[in-house]
């Protein structure tokens, strides 16, 4: 019932900024949360960040805490996830997800239905 599809990967230096965009289709954003997820070569998925427009709050993973930032424009169906600072650790593929319901814990993987197919983000030293 949603579809997304992430864009704006790319490669960056260290302490650069990259900018990403997930559009989603099927249902107004305003329905449900949406986060970012990423996954290291080598290693499980983790959690980046959330947004849920109904309780018109955000979440955090600790190593994204006061460098990324989670937004959203109703208008345009998108979220977006500024990544300042950026640190050779944060190399992964970046997956956009939206949970079927509101109101979820926004870093709970199991809680997001709807993937998009990733988009490759590369910091160098």
């Known amino acids: 019932q949603v579809q997304l599809v992430e864009s704006g990967g790319g490669l960056v230096q260290a302490g650069g900024s990259l900018r990403l965009s997930c559009a989603a289709s099927?249902?107004?954003?305003?329905?449900?949360?949406m986060g970012w997820f990423r996954q290291a070569p080598g290693k499980e998925r983790e959690f980046v960040a959330a947004?849920?427009?109904?309780?018109?709050?955000?979440a955090y993973a600790v190593s994204a805490k006061g460098r990324f930032t989670i937004s959203r424009d109703n208008a345009k169906n998108t979220v977006y996830l500024q990544m300042n600072s950026l640190k050779p650790e944060d190399t992964a593929v970046y997956y956009c997800?939206?949970?079927?319901?509101?109101?979820?814990?926004?870093?709970?993987?199991?809680?997001?239905?709807?993937w998009g197919q990733g988009t490759q983000v590369t910091v160098s030293s």
């Open positions: 099927g249902r107004p954003v305003s329905n449900y949360a």
């Open positions: 947004i849920n427009w109904s309780a018109g709050s955000t």
């Open positions: 997800a939206a949970s079927a319901y509101s109101g979820i814990r926004l870093d709970a993987e199991n809680a997001y239905k709807y």
